[in-house]
């Protein structure tokens, strides 16, 4: 007994397969221009993280060339003194980098009220967050990526988790924690 599909049904799933076929050749253009010589540092350090592919290439739109967030070759790096005098060590590479990928922060006073907002790349960090969010099981205390940066992730998550800390605030601390790795990563890779 076969199914008998409208002629209107059948243009449209012709037209669907032919669509996804696009997108499918598409996909495969960006994975080889990312395993190309420029990027392919770039994509073999994202990979270690289990980022999918389709946000490896976004997430190297925004940090290629990684020399963009440096001095002559080196992370830029200031001491200033914090309101209590003691110095305090500033990676103002790394803040840069962060704001790339979405994670940084405004602060914004009225009166006496002050509040903190995130600035940078809303659709990275939209991505990141996604991407966390689906890397942890239900959303726990589990994180599957069987890698050493994995596994790193995976005890901060457990510290976090111990320490009780939960929803939001645990998912922003470690994409921050995320973001540290990521950046020592692709300095070690890049240099």
Not at 47 to 71: A, E, H, N, R, W
Not at 151 to 156: E, G, L, M, N, V
């Amino acid at each position: 007994m076969g199914l008998d599909f409208s002629p209107y049904t059948v243009e449209h799933c012709k037209a669907l397969v032919a669509l996804e076929r696009r997108i499918t050749d598409l996909d495969n253009a960006i994975l080889e221009t990312c395993l190309g010589p420029q990027l392919r540092a770039y994509y073999d350090a994202l990979k270690d993280f289990g980022f999918g592919p389709g946000l490896i290439p976004l997430m190297i739109t925004q940090v290629y060339p990684f020399s963009q967030f440096l001095v002559e070759g080196k992370p830029f790096v200031e001491w200033e003194q914090n309101s209590r005098g003691k110095w305090q060590k500033r990676d103002r590479s790394l803040r840069s980098f962060q704001a790339y990928l979405g994670l940084s922060f405004t602060m914004k006073q009225s009166g006496d009220k002050q509040s903190k907002k995130f600035s940078g790349s809303t659709l990275i960090r939209s991505h990141l967050y996604i991407w966390l969010v689906a890397r942890m099981a239900g959303g726990g205390t589990q994180f599957r990526v069987d890698t050493p940066d994995g596994r790193k992730i995976q005890a901060k998550l457990s510290s976090l988790a111990a320490g009780g800390v939960t929803g939001s605030d645990k998912i922003t601390r470690l994409l921050f924690y995320t973001s540290r790795l990521l950046w020592r990563k692709l300095l070690s890779a890049t240099l």
